[in-house]
């Protein structure tokens, strides 16, 4: 590509120049024109487009397919295939706002690796359990047959469903949407983080980490109650996150032989992954749980399938629970 495209092509974009990962200038494209007249006669412009590239040819081809892509796309001007610039096109420079700062899953690791499990048995057992959890999850989130509509809420597209698994065993399902597909990321990791309620979720909910087998796997208990005068409920469950392609992750829940000495002696069974029922770990429980007055559940599958579109992040929930009947049903 000669000068004269590189002078038209930048003409068409409005740039922030960075040096060092650090925005340096907002510049207009003739004052860039000038920078890339300093430089060496022989440089190669290339477009890139929400990190695809887009095109390394004349500013005309370039212009049209900008033109054809979502007008909110970030575009990338590169130079001897180094980043020149990147920002919204059209519009100014992106900030982030704090709002789009989230917890990452190593910065939740750090603050709970405490309780890091050093038994490697239990640790191989968990991954091998939650392994088919996440396939359980997927089928019952992708898999439309048996569901029955139960309601319906305008705001963010909720949408319930209903339906037994092999006759008696109740599984909702729950879809809705996050607007703002560049949002992904942190949906992914709110949903992941325990001080962070979800919005399927009731108010009055408390959950934490209370056994760490890696950044992405962890025991969880979760106390709940439906209003501030309901007798508390809770569940520990064996929760993963799996990111199952660029555009799709996993966030899923299952009890099994947990140990927590609630003196109740109703023996729960998972009649959706029957693997849990062979999963066994104790767990040092609070005084609250020993003494009986929260009343015990067992999460049979729980979880999350968490999907980039176009313009919003999807969200699908699964919920089948003994013993807590779901917040919408």
């Not at 048996?146 to 705001?155: D, L, P």
């Not at 003494?291 to 399938?305: D, I, M």
Request: proline letters at 3%; aromatic letters at 10%.
């Amino acid at each position: 590509m000669n000068k004269f495209y590189i002078q038209i092509a930048l003409f068409l974009l409005s740039v922030s120049i960075y040096l060092n990962n650090k925005t340096i200038a907002t510049e207009s494209a003739p004052e860039i024109a000038k920078k890339i007249k300093s430089k060496n006669s022989h440089v190669t412009v290339s477009v890139y487009m929400n990190d695809n590239p887009l095109a390394t040819e004349s500013a005309l081809e370039i212009a049209k397919k900008i033109q054809s892509k979502n007008r909110y796309a970030t575009v990338s001007v590169y130079m001897n295939n180094k980043p020149l610039a990147t920002e919204p096109a059209p519009g100014k420079p992106k900030k982030i706002r704090s709002k789009d700062r989230y917890a990452t899953s190593e910065e939740i690791y750090e603050k709970n690796k405490h309780l890091l499990c050093t038994n490697p048995e239990e640790i191989k057992n968990a991954e091998k359990l939650m392994n088919e959890a996440v396939e359980h999850l997927k089928y019952h989130a992708t898999c439309k047959k048996g569901y029955k509509a139960i309601s319906h809420i305008v705001r963010n597209y909720m949408a319930f469903f209903k339906k037994k698994h092999q006759g008696d065993t109740d599984v909702v399902r729950v879809t809705y949407r996050k607007k703002d597909s560049n949002r992904y990321n942190k949906v992914v990791a709110d949903i992941w983080n325990p001080d962070i309620i979800k919005l399927v979720e009731y108010t009055y909910t408390k959950t934490k980490f209370v056994r760490v087998y890696n950044p992405n796997l962890v025991i969880i208990q979760q106390r709940f109650k439906k209003w501030p005068w309901s007798h508390e409920k809770y569940f520990y469950a064996l929760a993963k996150k799996v990111q199952l392609s660029k555009y799709e992750s996993i966030i899923v829940m299952t009890s099994a032989n947990i140990i927590d000495h609630h003196p109740s002696d109703k023996e729960y069974k998972n009649t959706i992954i029957e693997i849990a029922n062979s999963f066994t770990t104790e767990i040092d429980s609070e005084d609250d749980i020993r003494s009986g007055k929260l009343k015990k559940t067992f999460v049979r599958l729980a979880g999350y399938l968490i999907q980039e579109c176009q313009t919003y992040v999807g969200v699908t929930y699964i919920n089948s629970i003994d013993g807590n009947r779901y917040i919408y049903t």
